[in-house]
């Protein structure tokens, strides 16, 4: 914004000031240049700049060529041109302010808990699965995995980029958002408040564990807005990259495993896809009980506590963590965030463990269903029924899951994208009405009350205390 600033009065001055001296615009010229190196070293080069780059080149030929016999031209030409050149620069001033504003290089909220956060990356193989998608039919399945935990005070080292591997992710994000990948490319630019393997807090011998699961076409860090909330209320997070799923994974041997389409749909495809991302989970579960034994990296041994662990998930992940909470014991209580409950059938009696529902708005609207069903027949060749058939049983399986004690919440104006950090990518992402940063206030001041409450038994009115404080999300206790 400085430098906009500082070429719009640099710009003004070269066509309004007619007395203005041309050694004067010269040295405010080299102040700007200064400036823009400085913007460059500091907050990195990216795309959406080029338009003020180029204009500081245009300004610099436009200065150097400036003529100072302009008082002999006619005064209604010269001040035609004036105008002329003004308005021109009105219009180019819209394109620089316009393309970092659209896709600009976000901050998050500082998370609010009494905890620092760090964070670490572990690289685990699967000796007892074959990877049933590589080319290579003796691989076993491999799994990244970012843990984010509560820590000591942060020391003077760098925060953690958002995306490690921007380059890889962006290409899967294609997918996801409709945008071509080297428009996202910016987003390696974007900060965390998590440093790297800074020591693991002494307040408390031991602390609770929540598996974090993406949806399809998702990443590891992609709800970093949760994640590190989490992580400074006392939890230890940890996200997993499902492969060939997640919009990418890469390896610490720089092998890449970008998003594959595996053609699923509906539930009959994408129920029989379940175990693979469970089975992930449950090998994570295993390889943490080994953690917590020996830990190579010195981080954790000693300091898991495997007797409460929870689960939360966006979309896919989060009908993974309903499966998990349903069927491992290990699981004591799970968030799914807008998921359809894909897998093994729910119990028509409910989960009989805490569990939320989090619904977006509009993916629980019939209305906003049936208006989409037209484009969604014409694209997939399926009929009225077949989706009529499926809207029904998303709807069963939610109200089973929910039967016994299950909480529900809907947030006004959301949709299914609104519970992942995306609509921070660009203004014009989230839906009319729906303010992301404020979205993501209440989801996490009601995941830390869920997991509070549940995992570390803090008082059981807290979640009924939420649902006065917002009564618009609708928090439900079924």
């Not at 910016?186 to 993406?214: C, D, M, R, W």
Request: charged residues 20%.
């Amino acid at each position: 914004m400085v430098i906009i600033i500082f070429i719009i009065v640099l710009a003004l001055a070269t066509i309004w000031g007619q007395n203005t001296k041309k050694s004067w615009l010269m040295y405010s010229l080299i102040a700007l240049y200064a400036v823009t190196v400085v913007q460059i070293i500091v907050g990195d080069y990216r795309w959406q700049m080029i338009p003020c780059y180029a204009a500081l080149v245009i300004l610099t030929i436009c200065i150097i060529f400036r003529k100072n016999d302009r008082k002999q031209r006619p005064r209604n030409r010269r001040y035609f041109l004036a105008w002329l050149w003004t308005l021109m620069l009105m219009l180019y001033t819209s394109v620089m302010v316009a393309l970092p504003a659209l896709l600009p290089v976000f901050t998050f909220d500082q998370p609010q808990g009494p905890y620092s956060v760090g964070t670490t990356l572990y690289h685990f193989v699967d000796k007892e699965r074959l990877d049933d998608y590589s080319a290579d039919p003796t691989d076993h399945r491999e799994l990244m995995v970012q843990l984010w935990y509560p820590s000591e005070q942060k020391t003077t080292e760098e925060a953690e980029p958002y995306i490690r591997d921007v380059s890889a992710i962006t290409q899967g994000l294609e997918h996801a958002l409709s945008f071509p990948a080297w428009t996202l490319g910016h987003l390696g630019l974007v900060k965390t408040h998590a440093q790297s393997n800074i020591h693991l807090s002494s307040a408390e011998q031991k602390y609770p564990i929540l598996i974090f699961s993406h949806g399809m076409t998702g990443f590891r860090s992609q709800n970093t807005f949760q994640v590190e909330e989490l992580a400074s209320y006392g939890y230890i997070v940890v996200g997993i990259d499902h492969p060939y799923d997640a919009a990418a994974t890469v390896y610490p041997d720089g092998r890449e495993i970008l998003i594959q389409t595996h053609n699923l749909s509906g539930f009959e495809g994408l129920d029989e896809h379940m175990p693979l991302w469970t089975e992930d989970v449950s090998f994570i579960l295993d390889r943490l009980e080994q953690l917590n034994r020996q830990d190579e990296q010195d981080l954790f041994t000693g300091r898991l506590d495997l007797d409460r662990i929870g689960m939360f998930g966006h979309s896919y992940g989060g009908a993974t963590a309903a499966q998990m909470l349903m069927k491992d014991a290990r699981i004591k209580a799970a968030i799914n965030m807008d998921g359809t409950l894909y897998g093994d059938p729910m119990p028509s009696t409910g989960l009989t463990k805490p569990y939320l529902q989090m619904n977006g708005e509009k993916s629980i609207d019939k209305a906003v269903f049936n208006n989409k069903l037209d484009q969604a027949i014409a694209q997939s060749g399926k009929t009225k029924e077949d989706y009529e058939e499926f809207w029904d049983e998303t709807v069963r399986r939610r109200s089973n899951a929910l039967q016994g004690g299950g909480y529900t919440m809907t947030i006004p104006h959301t949709s299914h994208m609104s519970f992942t950090d995306f609509h921070l990518f660009s203004p014009l992402l989230p839906n009319p009405g729906e303010d992301p940063r404020s979205v993501h206030r209440i989801i996490n001041e009601v995941s830390v009350t869920f997991f509070d409450q549940f995992l570390k038994g803090v008082s059981n009115s807290d979640m009924d205390r939420l649902a006065e404080k917002y009564p618009d999300i609708e928090l439900v206790h079924n």
